[in-house]
């Protein structure tokens, strides 16, 4: 199922349970999937227009008085539009909103360098008592959503709108916002994903095991706060680092995890990701591509970290 339906679907069973809870737009309703939950409760979702900024305002305002407002739009109007506001009117204020962002980085696809945001992460992690979190699958959603209702800080979804591979499938997956999930052990390399990539990662552990390599991949589903201790405890193990991500290396998931290892486990690292670049027009698989992110870009970084450890 599309995220974005997985998304209103989940919404729509927390709106029933929890009448604080409310919803803006900006004029992306359709294309983020949300008309179901206008029609359901029309006086507690509104159309903010193509005014992201005071969107974002509106929703601090509704928090002061005790709400629980999501916000949605695509990611580089939720996100570096409206910085000051979420840094200003949310986070200084300790206002509990929360903001949706869809199609982060390479998932914009065919809307192009404007649409591609590669610096969302870097620019909210810097924001304090954000939380940031980024859903790797229709399952990890669904059972994240009434945990970030829960949580009293600001936080960031970072999410994928359409269908996105399986990872968490066997039913017995059980989801904590703070701390990161692995999915398998290794001995030889740790691979830190997050995402829309982490389904590659799996894909490349598969390739490099089959040449011997013993790959641990571990899901950072939730960039802020990291989970620090799973970190640590995996690079003690293998001695040596990739993280993958659909984001620019500087400021996200790779920046976010060699900050820990600097400080607790200097060990050798390398990453995945957009190396300081503006995005452009293209579709998924030709943009990993462009951007050397494929399963084979993987897996020649994690044969060459393991070689040289």
């Known amino acids: 199922m599309e995220m974005r339906k997985v998304f209103a679907a989940e919404m729509e069973r927390l709106m029933n349970k929890n009448k604080k809870i409310v919803l803006i737009d900006a004029d992306l309703a359709k294309a983020d999937g949300t008309v179901p939950l206008h029609n359901a409760f029309p006086s507690r979702t509104f159309e903010a227009g193509i005014a992201?900024?005071?969107?974002?305002?509106?929703?601090?305002?509704?928090?002061?008085?005790?709400?629980?407002?999501?916000?949605?739009?695509?990611?580089?109007?939720?996100?570096?539009?409206?910085?000051?506001?979420?840094?200003?009117?949310v986070a200084y204020a300790q206002q509990n909103v929360k903001i949706v962002g869809t199609d982060p980085g390479i998932a914009a696809e065919l809307n192009g360098g404007s649409h591609m945001s590669f610096e969302d992460i870097a620019v909210l992690r810097s924001i304090p008592d954000m939380v940031i979190f980024e859903p790797v699958d229709a399952e990890q959603l669904r059972q994240a959503l009434p945990q970030i209702v829960k949580c009293e800080k600001p936080c960031y979804i970072r999410m994928f709108r359409k269908e996105t591979p399986d990872v968490f499938?066997?039913?017995?997956?059980?989801?904590?916002?703070?701390?990161?999930?692995?999915?398998?052990?290794?001995?030889d390399l740790t691979i830190f994903v997050s995402g829309l990539c982490t389904a590659d990662a799996i894909q490349a552990k598969d390739m490099l095991k089959a040449e011997g390599i013993s790959v641990e991949v571990i899901n950072i589903h939730t960039i802020k706060p990291i989970d620090e201790e799973a970190i640590v405890k995996s690079a003690?193990?293998?001695?040596?680092?990739?993280?993958?991500?659909?984001?620019?290396?500087?400021?996200?998931?790779?920046?976010?995890?060699?900050?820990?290892?600097a400080k607790n486990c200097p060990v050798k690292c390398d990453c995945i990701g957009i190396y300081d670049q503006f995005g452009e027009v293209g579709k998924i698989p030709q943009l990993k591509a462009r951007y050397n992110m494929t399963v084979n870009d993987i897996v020649a970084k994690a044969k060459d970290l393991v070689k040289n450890k």
């Open 169 to 187: 499938t066997d039913g017995k997956y059980k989801f904590n916002l703070f701390k990161a999930d692995k999915i398998c052990d290794g001995k």
């Open 52 to 89: 992201e900024a005071n969107m974002v305002g509106v929703a601090a305002g509704l928090s002061a008085y005790g709400f629980i407002p999501f916000v949605t739009t695509f990611t580089p109007f939720a996100t570096r539009r409206v910085c000051d506001q979420i840094a200003v009117s």
């Open 236 to 261: 003690k193990k293998t001695k040596a680092v990739l993280t993958v991500e659909n984001h620019n290396v500087i400021g996200g998931l790779y920046s976010a995890v060699t900050e820990v290892l």
